[in-house]
């Protein structure tokens, strides 16, 4: 099961797009009332409904763009973006096609797990395509603290990239927009590292093609993993080579097949069992899960290369078995 938190009724007070693919909504309680705090970095899961008529929760950052500390302590309203995912499982899909303004939604109260930290240095922001939410609202609260920040923000052209009036009117200089369509190619993320400064932290938010390439050069060049604080905006996704396998319980004796297009966890729901999850991204940890016998295909950003090595544990929202079966201690 997930890690609930307590949920709110929340009135759709704007719906508009963006552009061809992000939607943007304002969430107010109906009687105006004010809502629970956020901080930067904050997101907030609503409840959608999929193709198949079927209830589920999608997680949403919170976007600030007003300086002042009330803005966020007291808000009247949660701004959300949405990016259309037609290949997805449907949850972008309902946000972009049935929820309208006046509708009345299901959230849960925000929940920060890719907070801003304190201290010395400066802050860099990296943002791939809607990867920018979270990002915009931490270079909102560093402009506000008076410390430095700077953005660098990615997408394949500057009219599929949302926020960058409001973006350029709060960062001015500090605003970099690499565009593919005009500089001809992919940001150079080795580029960006090597003329980091010294002391400064590093956010990322954005695609695992992205996020990958981050982790892999950061590494290379023998960074601790106190300077780069990330998250991932994207569901995953089939790769090549995926294939179902067998997973069995092993306090039950349970056994399932899990396809070549679903999650250990999803088929662990769909058979009736109540795993502990929050994430599904591989990101939170929540659903760590102990491995008796079988070899593990690691996709988390959770677990240490040793512990990927040791192959002792999991995460079952993403990882899943090189070969034909897992046992798993559950």
């Not at 090549?240 to 088929?267: K, M, N, W, Y």
Request: charged share 25%.
């Amino acid at each position: 099961m997930s890690a609930s938190l307590p949920t709110l009724q929340l009135r759709v007070a704007e719906a508009r797009s963006l552009n061809p693919l992000i939607r943007m909504f304002r969430l107010r309680a109906a009687d105006g009332a004010v809502l629970p705090a956020f901080t930067a970095g904050a997101h907030i899961r609503v409840e959608v409904t999929l193709a198949d008529g079927k209830k589920d929760w999608r997680h949403y950052s919170l976007i600030n763009f007003a300086a002042q500390p009330e803005a966020t302590q007291a808000p009247v309203e949660y701004v959300i973006a949405v990016r259309r995912e037609d290949d997805g499982r449907g949850g972008s899909r309902f946000m972009h096609e049935r929820l309208k303004e006046g509708d009345t939604v299901t959230i849960e109260v925000p929940k920060n797990d890719f907070p801003l930290h304190t201290g010395p240095g400066g802050t860099v922001l990296l943002a791939g395509g809607i990867g920018i939410t979270p990002l915009a609202s931490m270079a909102t609260r560093r402009r506000a603290e008076g410390l430095p920040v700077r953005l660098h923000y990615a997408g394949r052209s500057r009219d599929l990239m949302a926020f960058l009036t409001e973006l350029q009117t709060v960062l001015g200089d500090d605003l970099r927009v690499h565009a593919d369509t005009e500089q001809g190619g992919p940001f150079d993320i080795g580029a960006l590292l090597d003329s980091f400064p010294a002391g400064d932290r590093l956010y990322v938010c954005g695609p695992k093609v992205m996020l990958d390439a981050v982790l892999a050069q950061t590494q290379a060049r023998g960074w601790t993993h106190d300077r780069v604080h990330f998250e991932l905006f994207t569901t995953p996704t089939v790769e090549e080579g995926d294939h179902p396998f067998e997973v069995e319980l092993a306090q039950s004796g349970q056994r399932f097949t899990v396809p070549a297009d679903q999650s250990i966890l999803d088929c662990l729901i769909e058979h009736g069992c109540d795993p502990m999850f929050d994430c599904k991204r591989g990101e939170c940890g929540v659903c760590t899960t102990p491995v008796i016998d079988g070899e593990i295909d690691h996709r988390d950003y959770v677990l240490t290369a040793r512990e990927k090595a040791e192959g002792n544990v999991m995460q079952i929202c993403i990882s899943r078995a090189k070969g034909q079966r897992l046992i798993l201690d559950i």
